[in-house]
């Protein structure tokens, strides 16, 4: 069990605790509390920890205890996955570093190469960069990293997500193997593990796990829409009624954030959109004023809002559902943050059933789900996921099968206006025999509808039988219909139950060919009203 403390007992000096004392760090976060003394005793270190966990300080304080500001080379190198985390961290160094002579730069892609190449020939203590531009630079030789003391890895298993796992091992590969290396991640795929054993130094391992944290910080709700339409009037009411301080919107894509960006001005709200395709002034520009609250919105991409540390964020809101759990997480991660609180609304259609289902079986915990008017939603059905794969985000509807809700296969149940469908077609061969039965039990106005087609070929054979069971108002209909080939026979029997007004209608047509034969029976049942209605047509 980890126990409450202060920055001091971890070995942080008394000056550094002053600046954090200031900037609101009293209490450090058990990351923290894990990590610094390890990393202050020169350990390699691998920590496995969510965002929002104070990750950033963890790392950030033993390295700013040993920089020396006599040195005029680059010591630190800490290497980020997109440069939203890269100015973040950047920006947190220059908060710790007031008074001082450290001097921290930012290389990263959107910003010009060649300003960077002037700044990195002047004195530059820390460097924190995207793999990209970090490349760039030490093909072009206008950085050298044989200096670095102290190599940072945030956010790995983003940085191999992203496809820059490659990039990461050449500017491991061109560091001193002396220096100490800090490797962060939330998962530890093969790839981060590999790269660990081959450049490390028997490092130290911590797993601090934060699912309790995500949970009992963030109130998580799901609102059941049906699509974009009612998704956005949904939005629009929620966010009327919430009237948040701050929130952030996310979309699945960058043309999705765009759109809702759109409406959401029409509506009035003071939007903005953070995607990858703004340019880094205009990306720097939506953040600072959404840091000051001159938006009240942000609507945004994931990997745009990733590595996001803004004070103030109440409500986070996934317009689109995550596709899986660390998305999630690094979402409503964004508010909750430091002990506050704040809530988090997934918005689910039927379509994402099994996204949500993976969600809440990797939180380990169930999300309360409402419909758009706020009524709780009870007794949900739980959709079978498969375990190896995620589920497909547009589900086509399954041919040749009847459709099924609860209890027994074709069986509606006892309840009224239940309604059952059941259509099958034989090909195009010979000798086709094709088979449709279907059952609407014990219910007032149950319907069932039965549609057989036998194809193109000889002696095709179809049979269709329905049964409309004990109720009253009981409607059956059958239409069956033999193809172009010759001996083609076809065979309906329809009989309604005992109830009042069973109305019964069989439609059998013979198309087209010689020696067709068709039969049609029909029987009512004991009671009076039932209505017996055959046609039969030639073409």
């Not at 950085?143 to 091992?169: C, H, P, Y």
């Not at 290396?181 to 093969?190: D, K, N, V, W």
């Not at 979309?251 to 953070?274: H, M, P, W």
């Not at 099958?424 to 549609?451: H, I, L, M, P, Y």
Request: glycine share 10%.
């Amino acid at each position: 069990m980890i126990v409450k403390t202060d920055f001091l007992k971890l070995g942080i000096k008394p000056e550094m605790n002053d600046l954090l004392q200031k900037a609101g760090f009293t209490v450090p976060t058990p990351i923290q509390q894990q990590a610094i003394p390890l990393l202050l005793a020169g350990k390699d270190l691998i920590a496995q920890a969510q965002t929002g966990t104070g990750k950033t300080l963890a790392f950030l304080l033993p390295i700013l205890a040993a920089i020396d500001e006599k040195k005029h080379w680059v010591q630190a190198l800490i290497i980020a996955p997109t440069r939203e985390l890269v100015v973040q961290i950047a920006g947190e160094v220059k908060k710790l570093t007031q008074g001082t002579d450290v001097h921290v730069l930012t290389v990263c892609g959107g910003t010009d190469i060649e300003l960077q190449k002037k700044k990195l020939q002047q004195e530059v203590h820390i460097v924190v960069g995207t793999p990209g531009r970090l490349l760039d630079h030490l093909k072009r030789e206008t950085i050298r990293l044989s200096g670095i003391s102290k190599l940072v890895i945030d956010e790995a298993d983003q940085l191999l997500k992203l496809g820059f796992w490659e990039d990461v091992e050449q500017l491991v590969i061109n560091t001193s193997s002396k220096r100490q290396m800090m490797l962060f991640s939330a998962t530890i795929p093969e790839p981060v593990r590999s790269l660990a054993k081959l450049y490390m130094s028997n490092p130290s391992n911590l797993h601090v796990k934060t699912e309790r944290v995500t949970l009992d910080e963030i109130r998580q709700i799901a609102v059941r829409t049906k699509d974009d339409e009612v998704k956005l009037s949904t939005l629009h009411k929620m966010l009327s009624e919430y009237q948040p301080y701050l929130a952030i919107v996310f979309c699945i894509s960058k043309q999705r954030v765009s759109e809702l960006n759109t409406e959401l001005a029409k509506l009035g709200y003071a939007a903005d959109e953070l995607h990858g395709e703004l340019s880094q002034a205009k990306r720097q520009q939506v953040i600072r004023r959404f840091r000051q609250a001159k938006l009240q919105v942000l609507v945004a991409t994931d990997i745009a809002a990733r590595g996001l540390d803004i004070e103030g964020v109440t409500h986070i809101f996934n317009y689109d559902i995550p596709h899986d759990v660390e998305s999630y997480i690094h979402r409503i991660g964004r508010t909750g943050r430091a002990g506050e609180t704040g809530l988090a609304v997934t918005f689910v259609s039927s379509r994402d059933d099994g996204y949500l289902q993976m969600i809440e079986k990797g939180i380990k915990a169930e999300i309360a789900q409402q419909d758009a008017a706020g009524n709780p939603v009870r007794g949900r059905r739980k959709p079978m996921v498969s375990k190896t794969a995620a589920p497909k985000s547009k589900s086509a509807p399954e041919k040749n099968k009847p459709a099924k809700r609860s209890g027994k296969p074709d069986q509606s149940g006892t309840t009224g206006e239940r309604k059952s469908a059941a259509r099958n077609s034989a090909g195009k061969g010979d000798g086709g025999k094709s088979t449709v039965r279907n059952s609407v039990g014990k219910g007032d106005g149950g319907k069932s509808a039965a549609r057989n087609s036998a194809g193109k070929g000889d002696g095709g054979k179809s049979t269709v039988r329905n049964s409309v069971g004990k109720g009253d108002g009981g409607k059956s209909t059958v239409r069956n219909s033999a193809g172009k080939g010759d001996g083609g026979k076809s065979t309906v029997r329809n009989s309604a139950g005992k109830g009042d007004g069973g109305k019964s209608t069989v439609r059998n047509s013979a198309d087209k060919a010689g020696a067709r034969k068709s039969a049609v029976r029909n029987s009512a049942g004991k009671d009076g009203g039932n209505r017996y209605s055959p046609t039969n047509r030639k073409k």
